[in-house]
């Protein structure tokens, strides 16, 4: 998948041959707001779609929304445990969506949307700064939700903010 390729082929572009450097990924600033640009094309792409019905069975989503001071004052390692556990929430709201949505506009950007989500997903685990690897089961602040453009304004949401965030301050850190 060309989408999913290409933030594939961005991330391999930007790490050392040996070890995933987060700092590769985010000193280039143009690529989060690419990733940005990518997320509001989703979700306009979605809204497009004719007549999406609300899903049978409705899917859990991360609430993204944060506070800016309280982000600031938590370690680079407690912000990439939240984002993975807001990923790994929402790309299984995703899944979930997929197998409810027959329409081939909605189930196209869903897909797309799984790849990009579980591509930031897989791209997190491997970045690691403190002892102890990242474990699934955590449990974020969640909603459930039937609309399924509340799952591309999520992911957008949680690009543009908390994942943006992240990135720029590793950048501060890390960029010289």
């Known amino acids: ?10 991330f ?6 040996g070890r995933a450097s987060p ?5 280039d600033n143009r690529l989060i707001h690419k990733y940005i640009r990518e997320a509001k094309d989703m979700e306009k792409r979605a809204n497009q779609c004719q007549a999406l019905p609300p899903l049978s069975c409705p899917v859990v989503l ?11 004052s938590k370690s680079n390692e407690t912000k990439r445990r939240e984002i993975l556990c807001d990923l790994a929430l929402l790309v299984g709201a ?5 197998a409810q949505v ?9 897909s ?6 579980n591509s930031f997903l897989l791209l997190l685990q491997t970045f690691s700064w403190e002892a102890g690897a990242w474990e699934p089961g955590c449990s974020p602040c969640s909603l459930e939700q039937t609309h399924v453009t509340s799952v591309f304004l999520t992911y957008q949401k949680l690009v543009q903010g908390k994942l943006s965030f992240f990135f ?9």
């Open 62 to 72: 991360p609430l993204v929304d944060f506070s800016f001071q309280q982000w600031k």
């Open 23 to 27: 700092a590769r990924l985010v000193c």
């Open 168 to 176: 720029h301050e590793l950048a501060k850190d890390s960029c010289s």
């Open 94 to 98: 995703v899944a979930q969506a997929q």
């Open 102 to 110: 027959t329409q081939e506009c909605g189930a196209r950007q869903l």
């Open 12 to 17: 391999l572009l930007h790490v050392e041959e």
């Open 112 to 117: 797309q949307l799984y790849r990009h989500a």
């Open 1 to 10: 998948s060309p989408p999913g390729l290409l933030l594939l082929t961005s």
